[in-house]
């Protein structure tokens, strides 16, 4: 088992940042590829970030490239997101996710065998 824990999450006006935080415990965190998706009521979850499980490949949605940033610290079991110039359709839920190492697509939610409980973000315009 692997247990997740987000932190970081709040009400940010339109060009303002937010730093999400993952705690991880449990297993290896070494072992998995970390994710972040994001859900908003009636609608699936989507894909926002990922890297693997060295932190040498990092993966992004086109909707946030060039805006968040992904990182992790296995000395520390954490991963990081930073989300910077936020727009109103960044408001979400945001949740962390673990998935074995280099199995499946990054950006696929069946994937993902752990999930935290979720942050709410929340972008005014």
């Known amino acids: 088992q692997v247990q997740l824990v987000e932190s970081g999450g709040g009400l940010v006006q339109a060009g303002g940042s937010l730093r999400l935080s993952c705690a991880a415990s449990?297993?290896?965190?070494?072992?998995?590829?970390m994710g972040w998706f994001r859900q908003t009521p009636g609608k699936e979850r989507e894909f926002v970030a990922a890297i693997s499980w060295g932190g040498a490949r990092t993966y992004y949605a086109d909707s946030v490239k060039g805006r968040f940033t992904i990182s992790r610290d296995n000395a520390k079991n954490t991963v990081a997101l930073q989300m910077n110039s936020l727009k109103p359709d960044d408001t979400a839920a945001y949740y962390c996710?673990?998935?074995?190492?280099?199995?499946?697509?990054?950006?696929?939610?069946?994937?993902?065998?752990?999930w935290g409980q979720g942050t709410q973000v929340t972008v005014s315009s």
């Open positions: 449990g297993r290896t965190f070494s072992n998995y590829d």
């Open positions: 996710a673990a998935k074995v190492r280099g199995r499946g697509n990054v950006d696929r939610s069946s994937e993902y065998s752990y």
